[in-house]
DNA sequence: CGGAAATCATGACATAAATCATATTAAATC
DNA sequence: GATTTAATATGATTTATGTCATGATTTCCG
């Protein structure tokens, strides 16, 4: 099995923060988990036994509305951590995570994580500057959700997905989501999300080809209104 | 001046993981502000040279959207911490934070939270606890927000005023607001939050003597849809 | 105290977005 | 490869909520 230490997922969190020692015992007590697209990592109201490490793939943590409508709070790719939040808190997730394709992650026993963080400064004080990170884009979010657009947030979705999770060598989205993903992400009907998409492939400002996206006029996308 | 070990308001926050040593330090620099109604205490993109402690009164939390208009994110009542976020991850607030009453504010010097930060473990994963607190409450608002009618989100605005804030002899909220500070709440139009305050009324769930707000019919605000 | 300004209240209307309905296309399964 | 199932697409209609307009109150302040 690969060890953390060279492990480039890891470089990219706050477990880079962690002493040689404490990495070394990560990586002796971890272990390589592997999913499928549409595989539930976890669900909502579990008590998780530790974190994982997003080695490779894309997933999404959800959460269910009072109305029965699944709304996706945040796509999470290589390097980061799931579950963090409810072990530092020690409390049941509020979220569920779903594999978006296939997906490689290492679980790292909460022992190891709590550990550290009562006894490594520089390890708890990274993990709390994500959190204080990780909050404020939430209230952004907030923000968003309360004073922006469908459409608005339609186009800031396909533009943070790009920023964030790339494009291939064709020039679309890496992530690949359906249409009910969108809409989930941007808080509406799969209908209206399918709409906007259509509408803005007729304006010109993304192509599709199946579930592939391409933003073309990245400009015209941060204009929608 | 009082000192902030025997404050009670200290006693509701993370600074109550401090150690003796550490609180004598904090006390002996903290200074005590006091805000009228409206005054504000820092604005958007600060950057601030310490936190403020509630000592009593409230205020909210605001940015301003792209559209010009303002959201109040959070109210802030006796025992919580302005600007802690910021102060943490060393960045200028995404917030302003606005007296809603008279409030006494304890303004306390970054460094005094910051090196115990870096050295008291307990003071630390303490403050963790509540950012990763912090961040549920704000994936929960952002869900009701993307889910929920405006109807509901005034319904259980004025449930949790109530029960965060509590009431008054009367039986009327404690915290007095605007019908425009509801609507930055609910993230709604002044007029939709004055008509749907009316009909709350019209039904018996609440009532209402100027800006004085009684909750009547707890029950029926938890049903409305 | 009295006038100005802010806040609250309501009606009329416009509109974004949800819902319902029904094809069409793509993907999965036998 | 045929058949079922799921995903995409688009039209028609309804509904919630925003916007504009106008008065009535209340609050503020000289």
New interface residues.
Partial sequence: MSKCEQCIARQLNSLNAMTTEEIRNVSACKTTRFYKKGDVIFGEGESLHGVYCVRSGVCKLT?L???G?E?T?KLMGTGELLGQ?SV??D?RT??SAVALNDIELCFVPKDQIVNP???N?SF??D???Q??????S???????????SVKQRMAETLIHIEKVFGVGESGALNVILSREDYASIV?TATESAIRILSQFKKENLISTSGKQITIEDLEGLKRVE
Same sequence: chains 1, 2.
């Fill in positions: 959460k509305s009072a109305n409508k709304h709070v939040r530092i808190s409390e509020n979220l963080l009562h006894e400064q708890s004080f993990v709390m500057k959190l204080a990170k990780d909050l404020r939430a209230e952004d979010d907030l923000i968003n959700m309360a004073q922006k808080g």
